[in-house]
């Protein structure tokens, strides 16, 4: 039997070890490699050829999105799994857009996970019936795109800490940019978005699946 080597990429020790624990109960699949953080990602990627790349979309450095267009750009052919904290409506389409061949939340059950390396080790899409929903609400023609779905990956990516409630220091801190930039960005997503302040921000965040209301 052949069986499908998968670099698993997550910042946290904890999830890469239960995901390890699930694969390690298959046959065909094991995994062959760690990484810890975007560095760690391109350097593994350029190292060997693997089947699949299971891939958090949050990562230390760079973030999933940017990584699923450097990979891209080097390693084409390599199918990419996205598994991440964040619902379907967050970043499932743009991580499909980028180039990722299958979307699933930390949430999914341990067979989901194990079916959907297969299917994209395999060559082939693995797509919930959400994602399908939120792809396809996109492309009608007669649907005017959501004002979050005109900002840039880094844009949105800074949106989504934003309403997370993280400050610009913090948010600088951890894309590795300085504050005013994130500032700029900031001013960007409100112009984009026609919205005046974060308060409007949250609740349009709230009001669209991009945030838990339970956090506020």
């Known amino acids: 039997m052949t069986r499908i080597e998968v670099l698993l990429a997550d910042d946290h020790a904890i999830i890469r070890d239960g995901l390890k624990q699930i694969l390690a109960d298959t046959e065909d699949l094991f995994v062959a490699g760690e990484a810890a953080n975007g560095l760690e990602v391109m350097q593994k990627v350029r190292d060997k050829y693997w089947d699949v790349l299971v891939l958090d979309i949050s990562m230390p450095g760079r973030n999933g999105l940017e990584l699923i267009h450097m990979i891209k750009d080097e390693k084409p052919d390599l199918p990419i799994l996205i598994l991440s904290m964040h619902h379907e409506e967050q970043y499932a389409v743009r991580a499909f857009q980028a180039g990722a061949s299958g979307y699933l939340t930390k949430e999914s059950d341990g067979d989901l996970l194990i079916s959907a390396i297969r299917r994209v080790a395999a060559g082939g899409i693995y797509i919930s019936d959400k994602v399908t929903e939120l792809m396809v609400r ?26 997370q409630g993280r400050g610009l ?33 949250i609740r349009y965040a709230v009001a669209h699946g991009l945030a838990d209301p339970a956090d506020f």
Do not use: C
């Open 138 to 163: 996109g492309a009608h023609p007669g649907n005017k795109p959501l004002p979050h779905s005109l900002l840039s990956d880094r844009e949105f990516q800074v949106f989504d800490l934003l309403v």
């Open 169 to 201: 220091t913090e948010i600088g801190s951890e894309l590795s940019l300085s504050v005013k930039t994130i500032s700029t960005h900031k001013t960007h997503i409100l112009q984009k978005m026609k919205l005046t302040n974060m308060a409007e921000l």
